[in-house]
C-alpha cells in the first residue's frame, strides 16, 4: 500500500501541510502500476499525460489559483469507454481492430475537465458480462485484500476495483449493469456508488444493457464517491450532513439474506447493532416483490437481450474468440421475441412502481453487498459449474437495485482479520441525495 493519501480529504490536508505533492504522487502510482501486485490490472497506461496533469496541479495550487475538486489526483477508467485516439476493447480481442475513438466519452472528458490525472485504462470481465472478474484474454487482476490465498476481484469492473484497493488511483471509473461497481468494491474493501442510472451519460461507453448500464465509479470513501459522482454527472448533489439518529433503515427479509456465508452474516449484524445502537430505527420488511425478479427478468433477462442487440453483428461470427461463459449468456438474447421483451419492458416499469410504494417513508434499506467472501480464483477458472454458482450468488443482491433503478453505495463492514465484506445500503431512483447524505451517517457509524 502506497504512503500517500487513500483519500480526497487526505490529500488536501496533506497538500496544505507541504507533505505531498500530485507530481510526487503520481509518480508512485505510475512505478506502482508496473509491479507484480498490479499485473493484469491495466491495460494501458498514460504516463505523460498523468505527470502534465499532476504538474498543473501544483503549479495552479503554488498559484493559489482554484482548481478542480480532482486537480491532480490519480484516477483510472475502466476500459469500457472511449478514449479519444484509441481502440476501445472491453476487455475483448474482437474490437481490438476497432477504429480508433474520436472523442473521450463524456465521463472520460469530465474527469479531464477537473484535472484528474488519468494513470491508466483498467482491465475487466469481456463485454462487463459477469460478476466474477475473470478475463481470460488479458488475464485476471487478484484481490490484494488476501496475500495467502488468490481470490476473485469481482467484476466486470475488476481492474478498478484493484487499482483503488492498492492505492493506485484514489477512483476507478467502471460500470454497473447488475452490481459491476458495488461486487468489485465489495469484495476488494473499498467503497462503490452507484447512482440513478440517468445521472451520467451513457455515450462513449459499450453497452451492455442500456436499460441497466450506469455509469459510476468507486473509491475508498463515501464521500469521495460523492465528489466524483458530482464531477461525473455534472451535477453535484446538495448532501446534507445529518446523524443517523431516528433514521428510518428497512432490512427485506426476501431473498437478500438467503444464504449468507458465516463471514458476511457475522458481518452484517454487527453492522445492524452498531447502526441500532447510533440511533437508527431499524425494521425488517418483507418485500416479497424481490421474489418475483427471475421471473420478470424471463425469458432470457434484460443483460443477454439488450447485449445481443446491440453486438450481434459482430460477434455471431466470431463467438469462438470469446470467453465461452460470455459467449453463453450473450446467446441467451438471440432468440426472444420482439413481444417477449415488450412486455418485459412493461412488468419492470409496474414492479418498480410496486416497490416504491413499498419503500416510501424509509430513508434506505440495507443488505449484504454480496452474499459470500470472494472465491478462490483457480476453482472458478477450472470449473464451470463453480463459476455458474458463485456468479449467481455474487449478483443476487446487487442486481435487484439496477432492476429497480435504484441508487446504492457498497461499504466495508468486515472485522480486522476477516476478508471483505461490504454493506449495501440502497433507495429508489431519484434519491441520490439523501442516499448520500445516510450513507456518509453509516459509515461514520461503522468506522
Known sequence: MSLFPATLSDFIQ???????????????????????????????????????????????????????????????????YDVAGETTTAGTTVFAGDAPARQDAPAVARLRAAGAAIVGKTNMTELAFSGIGINPHYGTPVN????????????????????????????????????????PAALCGVVGFKST??????????????????????????????????????????????????????????????????????????????????????EDIALSELAEIAALNAPGGFSPVECWAAHHERIADVMAQLDPRVASRAKLGQNVSAADYLRMLKNRQHWIQRVEAALAGYDAILSPTVPIVAPELDLLVRDDDAFAAANRSILRNTFAINFLDGCSFSMPCQAAGELPVGLMVSSVRGDDARLGSVALAIEAALA
Open 197 to 282: 442510472q440517468s445521472r451520467v451519460p451513457l455515450a462513449g461507453a459499450v453497452p451492455l444493457s442500456h436499460s441497466l448500464d450506469t455509469v459510476c465509479a468507486m473509491t475508498r470513501s463515501v464521500a469521495d464517491c460523492l465528489v466524483v459522482d458530482g464531477v461525473l454527472s455534472g451535477q453535484p448533489l446538495a448532501v446534507a450532513q445529518r446523524p443517523l439518529k431516528g433514521r428510518r433503515l428497512a432490512v427485506p427479509q426476501t431473498l437478500m439474506l438467503d444464504n449468507l456465508d458465516a463471514t458476511v452474516a457475522r458481518a452484517f449484524e454487527r453492522s445492524l447493532s452498531r447502526l441500532s445502537q447510533a440511533g437508527a430505527l431499524l
Open 144 to 183: 490484494p485484500a488476501d496475500t495467502q490465498v488468490q481470490r476473485i476481484p469481482g467484476g466486470s469492473s475488476s481492474g478498478a476495483a484493484v487499482s483503488v484497493a492498492l492505492g493506485l488511483a484514489v477512483a476507478g471509473l467502471g460500470s454497473d449493469t447488475g452490481g459491476s461497481i458495488r461486487i
Open 14 to 80: 496533506q497538500r496544505q501541510q507541504g507533505t505531498v505533492s500530485a507530481q510526487a504522487w503520481i509518480e508512485d502510482c505510475l512505478a506502482r502500476a508496473e509491479s507484480s501486485a498490479a499485473a493484469h490490472v491495466f491495460t494501458r497506461l498514460y504516463p505523460q499525460a498523468a505527470r502534465l496533469a499532476a504538474r498543473h496541479a501544483d503549479a495552479s495550487h503554488a498559484a493559489g489559483l482554484t482548481t478542480g475538486p480532482l486537480a491532480g489526483v490519480p484516477v483510472t477508467i475502466k476500459d469500457l
